[in-house]
């Protein structure tokens, strides 16, 4: 998706996307949205599901954070809008020696809140997959009705559309699909834009290998995500 529709649905829906920024290591978040076509897709399931997080959140105010387990009046700052570290000290219960040498300090370096989040936008098989840290009957409901949407949706342009085979199956409209090779590649060309020559070479060979691994069940991305999220690897070394 073009940065600044992926911008614009940050912005407009932060506790939703709450994590859009976070490391890989914490969230899929980390590789952002499918194609501009299911781009009212995306921003009509997130209108209606916004106002519902908003909800949790007020029907539970001081739920343990999401984080370190801890209850949220032991952070710092708790009552503020954004509580900071945590400040609980625990007992080591594998430690032989005497208080307080058996105590140690939570990890924790800020209050993070257990309300439902993006998990992962993604493309899969041809549909948009819609995960959630947590949900509701009501939530998976809404993300049930989006993705049957996105089946007849055309993923790049947002026309009526179709599954399509030949390799990865994408969800395509006729023009879409009788075009796909020189649409992927100018999608490409927009992410490597800005490597030297060395970078690109980086980037083939880590392309390669990563996309190799996609195939098994824990790391079922597809080689357009894998690419953007190398691409920020590359930048930022992140």
Not at 147 to 164: F, N, Q
Request: charged letters at 30%; hydrophobic letters at 30%.
């Amino acid at each position: 998706m073009k940065e600044e529709l992926d911008n614009k649905l940050v912005k407009t829906f932060p506790l939703l996307y709450g994590d859009r920024n976070a490391s890989m290591q914490s969230t899929a978040m980390c590789w952002g949205f499918p194609g501009d076509g299911w781009f009212d897709i995306i921003w009509d399931l997130s209108s209606k599901l916004e106002p519902l997080i908003q909800k949790f959140i007020d029907d539970n105010p001081n739920m343990p954070c999401y984080g370190c387990g801890c209850a949220k009046e032991r952070h710092y700052g708790w009552k503020s809008q954004n509580p900071g570290k945590c400040l609980a000290i625990h007992v080591d219960p594998d430690s032989e020696e005497e208080p307080p040498g058996n105590y140690f300090a939570c990890f924790c370096d800020g209050y993070n809140s257990p309300h439902p989040k993006a998990a992962q936008v993604k493309e899969k098989y041809g549909g948009l997959r819609f995960y959630m840290t947590c949900d509701t009957d009501e939530i998976s409901n809404l993300v049930e009705e989006a993705e049957a949407l996105s089946l007849k949706t055309c993923e790049e342009c947002g026309k009526p559309g179709e599954a399509r085979g030949g390799g990865w199956i994408h969800t395509l409209c006729d023009y879409c699909h009788e075009n796909w090779e020189e649409i992927r590649g100018k999608i490409w060309e927009r992410e490597e834009d800005i490597l030297d020559d060395e970078d690109e070479q980086l980037y083939d060979r880590l392309i390669k290998e990563i996309t190799a691994e996609c195939h098994s069940e824990t790391l079922d991305w597809d080689e357009d995500r894998m690419r953007a999220r190398l691409r920020k690897v590359l930048e930022t070394g992140d």
